[in-house]
């Protein structure tokens, strides 16, 4: 079966695209079943006409967190989303969506891209952040979506040094370069695997982690 996948983005929608060429090249066996943004102006928005996928675009703006969300929960409702996958969405999801998604496991079915190693640099600039602030290794995480902001399960995390001659650009680009390749591939792992084996793997799971 495949995994039927909302995915969320608000800008340039370039992980958008990766996910959508993953599918397309065979290698990740989901389907994007629509694409939804906050931005009606949003590049992603045109990535997913491009590719004949379904759109849903709402701006927020004069709508309360709650009335926005109830709207993209209503036209969600007729899609049989198993999976909505965060790819630089720029709203922050409240409890009120998210109980939407939730698995009989307790997790929610909702997945998103950091640009940074979590809990490192949370918010909306990762790469600025971490850039600016001097680290000499940097990465990106995808992870499942709890009520806090940039927080929940891990799933995956890859690293990269920064380099002598890096500016935020060269720097932004190969942290990107990474995401591309990830979030495809973190996707095939729910697919083929499933979330529950994916976090005893890491660990996360376990009532025994972190303690001796
Ligand atoms: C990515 O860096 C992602 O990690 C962050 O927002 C950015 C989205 O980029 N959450 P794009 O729209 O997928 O190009």
Same mark, same amino acid.
């Given at each position: 079966?495949?995994?039927?996948?909302?995915?969320?983005?608000?800008?340039?929608?370039?992980?958008?695209?990766?996910?959508?060429?993953?599918?397309?090249?065979?290698?990740?066996?989901?389907?994007?079943?629509?694409?939804?943004?906050?931005?009606?102006?949003?590049?992603?928005?045109?990535?997913?006409?491009?590719?004949?996928?379904?759109?849903?675009?709402?701006?927020?703006?004069?709508?309360?967190?709650?009335?926005?969300?109830?709207?993209?929960?209503?036209?969600?409702?007729?899609?049989?989303?198993?999976?909505?996958?965060?790819?630089?969405?720029?709203?922050?999801?409240?409890?009120?969506?998210?109980?939407?998604?939730?698995?009989?496991?307790?997790?929610?079915?909702?997945?998103?891209?950091?640009?940074?190693? $979590?809990?490192? #640099?949370?918010?909306?600039?990762?790469?600025?952040?971490?850039?600016? %602030?001097?680290?000499? @290794?940097? *990465? &990106?995480?995808?992870?499942?979506?709890?009520?806090?902001?940039?927080?929940?399960?891990?799933?995956?995390?890859?690293?990269?040094?920064?380099?002598?001659?890096?500016? $935020?650009?060269? #720097?932004?680009?190969?942290?990107?370069?990474?995401?591309?390749?990830? %979030?495809?591939?973190? @996707?095939? *792992? &729910?697919?083929?695997?499933?979330?529950?084996?994916?976090?005893?793997?890491?660990?996360?799971?376990?009532?025994?982690?972190?303690?001796?």
């Amino acid at each position: 079966m495949r995994l039927k996948i909302a995915v969320f983005a608000s800008g340039k929608g370039s992980n958008l695209k990766a996910i959508i060429d993953a599918i397309e090249d065979g290698g990740l066996g989901a389907t994007i079943v629509c694409v939804v943004s906050n931005n009606p102006d949003a590049y992603a928005l045109t990535i997913a006409r491009e590719h004949g996928l379904e759109v849903f675009a709402l701006s927020h703006k004069g709508l309360s967190r709650e009335d926005h969300e109830s709207k993209i929960l209503d036209y969600l409702s007729k899609l049989e989303v198993d999976f909505v996958v965060l790819a630089g969405y720029m709203r922050v999801l409240t409890g009120h969506f998210l109980k939407a998604f939730k698995d009989p496991s307790g997790f929610f079915r909702v997945t998103n891209i950091h640009p940074a190693l $979590l809990p490192a #640099f949370k918010g909306g600039n990762g790469y600025e952040d971490a850039f600016n %602030y001097g680290v000499k @290794l940097s *990465g &990106i995480t995808i992870h499942l979506v709890d009520e806090e902001v940039d927080h929940g399960p891990i799933l995956a995390q890859r690293a990269f040094p920064r380099l002598a001659d890096d500016t $935020l650009e060269s #720097f932004r680009a190969r942290g990107l370069a990474l995401e591309h390749s990830l %979030y495809p591939e973190v @996707l095939a *792992g &729910i697919v083929n695997v499933g979330v529950e084996a994916m976090l005893v793997k890491n660990g996360a799971c376990s009532p025994a982690a972190g303690s001796k």
